[in-house]
């Protein structure tokens, strides 16, 4: 086998019966003998294959088992760990030998991970031999009895596995929690759902105020009520649930959107029902969450919005729910852009290195021509903005905004930066040509890039007006005339500037 094939292996691996405590070593006796010299390497080996498994140098582990195994093939702690190896690399039945060796050189130590394997593997009476030995080895031990319940529980054989169960708390003294949940999880696989819930019932007798188990017990009778349709019993039996005190909201809510439907409770008996829950949890989010998500689902937008604005005052800095807020306001026809606007300026001044917020912000002062500010926030966005879409549409209004103020030289960076994220970004392509063109830039290089726009959108007035405009300044006046022609054509409004570079093309080709 290669080293290298060992990637990653169970966390398990070396809490094998005791391993690791000390339980067993690498001196269990067994027919072999060794020398002593032999026997301080191997215990040398074999603490550091321990210490290499702790360090989760796996590969290490392997190599120095392999050594163990070399000095000592019948020791005990060594085929276990080998075996634990083998297990998670290939299956049960590849272990199997060396967990039946370890099991045969230390049937205390080394016989659970056997029976398992054994029984994993198909090998039922090989396991269950194991069980029944360490059982007449050690008649109070509750991990071999607790095995063989498991076993037989999942052969579902629950008369057998109820037997073993009385052993155990004959042992134990006095049922366990634990315990009661087994012997009900038992007869609840068993099909006899009575003496499940009579378990319970008799357990709660003794301990009123166990709400774990009381609530294990409503589910059930919910569970049951769900089964023979019995909306009222159902009914009674959530709105306790949803009314405790001792059942947490999380759980709350799941229970009510799991059962609201066969309940046929509508859309309104849910949200009485949410805004109760609300009302019991002031505040928690989820309650608000919850009863947000309900009034979307219904189309009550801005039922929700307002919902959710008073979330926000609960937690201002849940960006998110402001970018949900954000999106119901642009949705809902009685919000002016300005009160879109003033929730802007509040996210950015709460969240003012968020890049999303930090570009709707620019935004907004670009929009009232002030243009240092909006460079100010931009600078700040791409310091933050590490998601390339997100930097992307900030670089592109932050090279359109540094070419409008004539800061060439930072334009130009930033187209670049953009078409380097998106080289087909081809409004990008039309505005970077058209910064070099009146720039007094590289008119070759502005004219492959507008090229490449009227290539892409060649009904686009914009572009072929840009491209026309480059080809003006080269002196090619008569191509240049064919596309502002063009884009007269196209333009679907009176365009000043296109006009005008008609005009100007026009006169150059007459003086030609």
Known sequence: MKIGRIIVLLSVLFVVSGTMSGKSDAKTKHPATITEQEQMRLDYYLYAALDAAERKNHAEAFFLLELCHSIDSLNPTVSSLRGSYMQSLYGAKAALPLLRRAYEGSADDYWYR????AYENGLRSVALKVIADMEKRQPKDLDVLELHEQILRHEHKYKQALAIRDKVDKLTGEPTVYSVITRFEILNESGDKEKALLVLDNYLEQNPNDARMRAMRTDLRLQDARMNNDRHAGDSLLN???????????????????????????????????????????????????????????????????????????NPTDNKLREQIADLMRDDENITNEQVGLFIDESYAVLPDDPK???????????????????????????HAEEP????????????????????????????????????????????????????????????????????????????????????????????????????????????????????????????
């Open 114 to 117: 056997y029976a398992v394997a």
């Open 389 to 512: 879409t997100v930097r992307l549409t900030i670089l592109v209004l932050y090279g359109d905004i540094l070419g409008h103020v004539k800061n060439y030289e930072k334009a130009f960076a930033a187209y670049d930066e953009v078409l380097n994220l998106a080289p087909d970004h081809i409004s990008t392509l039309n505005n970077y040509a058209w910064t070099l063109a009146i720039s007094g830039g590289d008119l070759k290089k502005a004219e492959k890039m507008s090229q490449r726009t009227i290539q892409k959108e060649g009904n686009n007035p914009t572009y072929l007006d840009t491209y026309a405009w480059i080809l003006h300044l080269q002196g090619q006046n008569q191509l240049a005339l064919f596309y502002i022609k063009k884009a007269m054509e196209y333009a679907t409004i009176d365009d000043g500037t296109i006009k005008e570079h008609y005009n100007e093309i026009l006169n150059a080709t007459q003086k030609e």
């Open 357 to 383: 917020w930090g570009y709707f912000k620019a935004m907004r002062c670009w929009q009232r021509d002030d243009y240092d500010s909006t460079l100010i926030v931009l600078e700040r966005a791409l310091q």
């Open 240 to 314: 306790e649930q949803l009314r405790s005190a001792e059942v947490a909201l999380p759980s709350k809510l799941t229970k009510l959107n799991n059962n609201c439907e066969w309940l046929g409770y509508d859309a309104g008996m849910k949200k009485s029902a949410l805004l109760e829950l609300r009302d019991q949890y002031p505040y928690e989010q989820q309650a608000y969450r919850a009863l947000l998500d309900h009034e979307l689902e219904q189309g009550n937008k801005g039922a929700a919005l307002e919902i959710g604005r008073t979330m926000l005052t609960m």
